[in-house]
């Protein structure tokens, strides 16, 4: 199984401030196959990142992938209200197995 | 518009069986491989099951054999039949529409949460 991990676990930063978003796999992850989700409390996961380095739709472009084979990163450029929340990378690998990340909790410092 | 609607939780007894539903709209869920995630109380998403547009269905090793993933196309409707219950299944479980061509899930349903408790 291709583990996921994800660093940090909390990320304490202001509105306005970067945040990179880290997430390392146990094995070789395709482009095509590496994913980003936000989660807010309550709420179904809404990709942001598909492919590595894609936005999905109506996606704001603050928000970059990027990385490749075990090291991935999201980036926020600058962050928004409404951009505290938690975030997980998922990939596909064959046999068809889809994991994801433990998470990142972006909070307001 | 894309839509997709879980039932079919509530609080089940450990060993006990339960089937979920996902209605799915604005497109058909034989035409896309479709997935369920679940989430533990407080915890992060886990992935259980896929199935493809061939019919060809694969399972996370901490369910198979337990849970079996199906659908209805006639009902665009996507299924997953869990059975010998235990609280460790306890969690939101969400059905997600794969993306054509990648590995992600585009589309999510707002989840419907299992409990078993005796």
């Known amino acids: 199984e291709n583990v996921l991990t994800q660093s940090p676990g909390t990320l304490s930063l202001s509105p306005g401030e970067r945040a990179a978003l880290s997430c390392r796999a146990s094995?070789?992850?395709?482009?095509?196959?590496l994913a980003w989700y936000q989660q807010k409390p309550g709420q179904a996961p809404r990709v942001l990142i598909y492919?590595?380095?894609n936005r999905a739709t109506g996606i704001p472009d603050r928000f970059s992938g990027s990385g490749s084979g075990t090291d991935f990163t999201l980036t926020i450029s600058r962050l928004e209200p409404e951009d505290f929340a938690v975030y997980y990378c998922?990939?596909?690998?064959?046999?068809?197995?889809?994991?994801f990340g433990q998470g990142t909790k972006v909070e307001i410092k | 518009e894309v839509q997709l609607v879980e039932s079919g939780g509530g609080m089940i007894q450990p060993g006990r069986s339960l089937r979920l539903s996902c209605a799915a709209s604005?497109?058909?869920?034989?035409?896309?491989?479709m997935s369920w995630v679940r989430q533990a109380p407080g915890k992060g998403l886990e992935w259980v099951s896929v199935?493809?547009?061939?019919?060809?269905?694969h399972y996370a090793d901490s369910v198979k054999g337990r849970f079996a993933i199906s659908r209805d196309n006639s009902k665009n409707t996507l299924y997953l039949q869990m059975s010998s219950l235990s609280a460790k299944d306890t969690a939101v479980y969400h059905c997600?529409?794969?993306?054509?061509?990648?590995?992600?899930?585009?589309?999510w349903g707002q989840g419907t949460l299992v409990t078993v408790s005796s």
């Open positions: 997600a529409k794969g993306r054509p061509g990648y590995g992600d899930f585009d589309q």
């Open positions: 604005g497109f058909t869920v034989d035409t896309n491989y």
């Open positions: 199935i493809y547009v061939d019919g060809d269905t």
């Open positions: 094995q070789s992850v395709s482009r095509n196959d």
């Open positions: 492919g590595t380095s």
């Open positions: 998922q990939q596909y690998s064959s046999p068809p197995r889809y994991t």
